[in-house]
């Protein structure tokens, strides 16, 4: 049984913008009525029984429930073959944060992810404020697993109805642009080049990629760098703790590598999405995610990349405090890493170096209290980090302080946690301050002692003091 359009009154002024743009796409009120009714039956909402007279109404200037706006901006996105937004149609007040699943589906046809990517970027970029209250589905991420286990490897996606040529300039200038961002991310944290990738993604890659064809080669290559691209804009929204507009940019991002072949970066974001599923408290999911990443890679990833994949499954595994699975699966991660070469890698995985594996190593004894290990692995990984991972330093000199405090010794573990305050008073990054606030949390033996009272003061003053989040163990979706 399909549900009623649920419409609001708001005047009797006519949507002029809805009709200009119905126009441009050359829609009948009969024709678009059922295009937008058949949309509803796949989008995986409840199904809706528009027809000519309902898109009348809207014509006339009635709004109708905003997952329906969102049905009508999909469909006139579907036919012009670029993005629609919300407000070029007469439904800014309508914002798709309204219909909390936007960008959340895994769509058939590729030209829906853009048209999803397009609804994303406008949520961040023109509703700002409105971004934070999404939020995270897990069972996105299972839905997600089953599809990339299962599904064809072929791309069933059509072709673009009005197809352009695209360059290798523009491929380079989005592979540039992530190099770019990638470093203010390292460096900065994801709070500084956040809004800077979006507004690429809106002002340069949303007008073109509509018109571009992934079976072509080079407009392959432009969905892998434009795929790489929406990643890195999910890791800043993860790194500044808009979860929700994270979980929705990684899973565009998955489907627009899917559509260009590109198996080891499917991976890759899938192990992406366990890194957060892990630090958000779903430890089963990020479980299942690292392995399928590494389970459909196979076979194609490099080793390096490989590496990764099961150092995901490590984190997951011992926050789990499943001891002898974690050290499995770091071992598996050791394994593969020392098969890797840098000259047959992707370029984005050159990060994934001795240090980082140290790194995963060193969180992974932390997390099942093994702080001997933990403490070793975190000084290997600082002593081989390159200064421009700043941020990935503060984690892991973080970890360290807490292997100090695991293994009593509280003056050495508040040292150099005060160090790490020092640098990340700078860093816009809401996962170091939950490091911080983590290692904080764990200073409650010793509260009354004068130097954890003079770090808590200290921390206090340096840190900031508004959206300061609480303990990651306690973060629930």
């Known amino acids: 049984m399909t549900m009623e359009v649920l419409v609001v009154e708001k005047g009797k002024q006519p949507n002029?913008?809805?009709?200009?743009?119905?126009?441009?796409?050359?829609?009948?009120?009969?024709?678009?009525?059922?295009?937008?009714?058949?949309?509803?039956?796949?989008?995986?909402?409840?199904?809706?029984?528009?027809?000519?007279?309902?898109?009348?109404?809207?014509?006339?200037?009635?709004?109708?429930?905003?997952?329906?706006?969102?049905?009508?901006?999909?469909?006139?996105?579907?036919?012009?073959?670029?993005?629609?937004?919300?407000?070029?149609?007469?439904y800014a007040e309508s914002s798709p944060t309204d219909g909390d699943d936007v960008g959340l589906e895994y769509p058939e046809e590729v030209a829906h992810s853009v048209v999803a990517l397009g609804a994303i970027t406008e949520l961040e970029l023109r509703t700002p404020k409105r971004v934070g209250p999404l939020s995270v589905v897990p069972e996105a991420w299972s839905g997600l697993v089953v599809r990339w286990l299962t599904d064809s490897d072929d791309d069933r996606s059509r072709p673009p109805t009005e197809p352009r040529s695209i360059t290798v300039v523009d491929v380079e200038a989005v592979r540039e642009a992530t190099t770019m961002f990638s470093s203010f991310d390292y460096k900065y944290g994801g709070g500084r080049p956040k809004s800077l990738v979006a507004s690429f993604l809106d002002q340069e890659v949303l007008p073109n990629i509509p018109h571009v064809s992934p079976y072509d080669p080079v407009g392959r290559e432009y969905f892998r760098e434009v795929a790489a691209l929406t990643r890195l804009a999910g890791w800043t929204a993860y790194d500044t703790g808009a979860h929700g507009?994270?979980?929705?940019?990684?899973?565009?991002?998955?489907?627009?590598?899917?559509?260009?072949g590109d198996k080891p970066l499917c991976g890759r974001i899938l192990a992406g999405m366990s890194h957060q599923a892990n630090f958000l408290g779903h430890f089963q999911r990020a479980v299942d995610l690292a392995r399928a990443a590494y389970k459909g890679a196979n076979g194609h990833a490099t080793p390096t990349t490989m590496a990764l994949f099961h150092a995901m499954e490590a984190r997951a595994l011992a926050s789990m405090g499943r001891k002898e699975d974690t050290t499995a699966a770091l071992l598996t991660a050791e394994r593969w890493h020392g098969q890797g070469s840098r000259e047959n890698d992707p370029e984005w995985i050159h990060y994934f170096d001795a240090a980082e594996l140290h790194a995963e190593f060193a969180h992974c004894f932390r997390d099942i209290g093994n702080a001997e290990l933990a403490n070793h692995h975190a000084a290997a990984s600082i002593a081989a980090s390159k200064s421009t991972y700043v941020r990935s330093l503060s984690f892991c000199r973080t970890v360290l302080a807490t292997s100090h405090l695991q293994g009593g010794n509280l003056d050495e573990a508040l040292r150099v946690a005060r160090a790490v305050v020092e640098t990340a008073a700078s860093l816009k990054s809401f996962r170091v301050i939950s490091y911080l606030d983590d290692f904080q949390l764990r200073l409650g033996a010793h509260a009354e002692d004068p130097l954890v009272r003079e770090f808590l003061e200290f921390s206090s003053q340096h840190l900031p003091s508004e959206n300061t989040p609480v303990s990651r163990r306690l973060i629930v979706a």
Request: glycine fraction near 10%; include cysteine; proline fraction near 4%.
């Open 245 to 260: 507009l994270a979980q929705r940019y990684l899973t565009q991002a998955f489907r627009l590598a899917k559509a260009a």
């Open 16 to 90: 002029t913008l809805l009709a200009g743009v119905m126009r441009q796409a050359g829609a009948t009120n009969k024709g678009f009525a059922r295009r937008v009714r058949e949309r509803s039956q796949t989008d995986g909402g409840e199904p809706i029984s528009s027809d000519h007279v309902s898109v009348k109404r809207w014509l006339d200037g009635t709004t109708p429930h905003p997952r329906t706006c969102q049905l009508i901006a999909a469909v006139l996105g579907e036919l012009l073959g670029r993005p629609v937004r919300l407000t070029e149609i007469g």
